[in-house]
Structures are given as C-alpha cells and as structure tokens.
C-alpha cells in the first residue's frame, strides 16, 4: 500500500540534524508533497514552503521554466531549480507528468518526472506509475519523497557542508584586518 507521508520523517531528521532546508514545486502531484513534508516534525524549521505549477504559466513566470514541453526531464529540472531559488533553500523536489486519466504531450497516463535538487547536485528520475489519477498522486508523492531523502542522505555520506557554516577546509580569522 502507497504512503504519502512514509520518509517523512527520516526527512526531518535529517534537515534538522545537517542544517538543510526545503521547498518543493509540484505540477503532476498538486502540493501533495509540500503537504506531506509540512507533517514532518519541526516543518517550521526546515520546510520554507512549495509551489504548486499547475498552470503553465505559474511554470513559465513563478518558476522560470522554458516554454516547451512540460512532460520533460527539463522541465523537472527547471521547476526544481526555480524553487530553490525562490524559496531560498538548498535542497529541492519538483514533480512533473501526466496524471491521467488518459495520455498528454504524447506520454501515457502514469509518466512522471521528479528532479531532486540538493547542496548544488541535481538528479531527474523518469517513472512509470500504475493506477487512477489519486493512485498516481500518491505513488508519485511517495517515490518522489523517497528519492529526496536519498539524496540527502547521499549528501551527508559525502559530507556535503552546511551552507550555514564554514567549509571543512576554511580558515577562521579573527581580530582586526584593516591597515593601520
């Protein structure tokens, strides 16, 4: 059985203990996945917030996605890039397919892309979803979910920095550097 919210909380963990914040633009799944990760614990902390992209407008002129097609591997990216610009965080999720019932932009109902966006790396997986249009939504929430804890935990077995603190290799300074 499909669980929207099952890494949810291995997410939150995670942005809490390395400092990683979140945002999410969402197309295919409709604020499903901002809605799941808004449940994780401490959400105020971590989750700055979503956009859902409904509309190929709000793509185009919220979330700088390229006019063309949106059932793409580029579009995925884009909206993935667009929210962490816009939301000022660095780790991302986007989601972008065809729902169903029946096919769009010559892809058959149950395609979808999810591009995931952390510390600077960036990944789009294309699936193949079974089911009615709620089916795939929550499938789609799910695997999207679960790709993104993936890649933070991936970050973390790199030792990727926080943003918030001083590379691993930086010097601290301290005193006063100006000539005198």
Do not use: N
Not at 80 to 97: F, I, P, Q
Not at 107 to 135: F, K
Not at 136 to 158: I, P, Y
């Amino acid at each position: 059985m499909t669980d929207p919210t099952k890494y949810v909380e291995d997410i939150a963990e995670l942005a809490k203990e390395h400092g990683f914040t979140l945002g999410a633009a969402e197309s295919l799944t409709g604020g499903a996945v901002a809605s799941a990760l808004a449940r994780g614990s401490e959400a105020a902390m971590w989750f700055h917030g979503g956009v859902v992209s409904y509309s190929r407008m709000v793509k185009y002129d919220v979330l700088g996605v390229t006019p063309g097609p949106l059932i793409s591997e580029r579009c995925a990216l884009e909206m993935c890039e667009g929210a962490a610009r816009l939301l000022k965080v660095d780790c991302a999720v986007s989601t972008t397919g065809a729902g169903g019932p029946g096919p769009e932009e010559g892809h058959r109902e149950g395609t979808l892309y999810v591009a995931v966006l952390v510390r600077g790396d960036v990944t789009v997986h294309r699936m193949e979803i079974d089911g009615d249009p709620g089916e795939v939504v929550e499938s789609a929430t799910e695997q999207a979910l679960g790709l993104l804890l993936k890649a933070m935990t991936e970050s973390v077995d790199r030792g990727d920095a926080d943003p918030g603190e001083p590379a691993p290799d930086a010097i601290a300074v301290s005193g006063d550097l100006t000539d005198d």
